[in-house]
């Protein structure tokens, strides 16, 4: 049977596919359980200073943009380099197959829009109880 003998010929690369999707997942989560902690911790920290920036008139979506840019600066440069070797890594394994295809940017460009949103929603939910809470909360120490 042609369709189980083709299966056996893939397997060890259908096994390789699936611990590393499974590994991606696994590294994903772990991921957005650090950016969870690190926004929190930001957020704590510049407590005070989203109050005074509320007090001087600056809106919710003002606060958010400050966190979202900063955070970007971080991230974006992360994504491409994990885009890159992952690229380099893929063109690695892909050649090891006798039937040649290319890799098409969409893909990785697609991959890092959707991390990229995943990362703003993070942030934003993050962000917006503090940005959006009164300032006299975290002043009335000073």
């Known amino acids: 049977d042609y369709e189980s003998e083709f299966k056996a010929q893939y397997a060890s690369q259908l096994n390789f596919r699936n611990g590393i999707l499974v590994a991606g ?3 994903m989560i772990i991921a957005l359980f650090g950016l969870v902690g690190y926004t929190s911790d930001e957020v704590n920290r510049r407590r005070k200073e ?3 920036r ?10 958010l943009r400050i966190f979202l840019k900063d955070i970007m600066k971080i991230a974006l440069p992360c994504i491409i380099v994990g885009d890159l070797g992952a690229w380099l ?30 990362i703003g929603l993070s ?4 962000c917006y109880k503090v940005a959006n809470s009164n300032p006299v909360k975290y002043l009335k120490d000073e």
């Not at 890799?103 to 991959?111: A, Q, S």
């Not at 942030?123 to 993050?126: E, G, Q, S």
């Open 123 to 126: 942030v934003i939910i993050n």
């Open 54 to 63: 509320k007090v001087n008139g600056a809106k919710v979506k003002d606060i």
């Open 25 to 27: 997942i696994v590294t």
């Open 50 to 52: 989203i109050a005074i």
């Open 89 to 118: 890594i893929a063109r690695q394994w892909l050649m090891s197959f006798s039937e040649k295809i290319t890799m098409t940017p969409l893909l990785f460009i697609g991959v890092t829009i959707i991390l990229l949103v995943i």
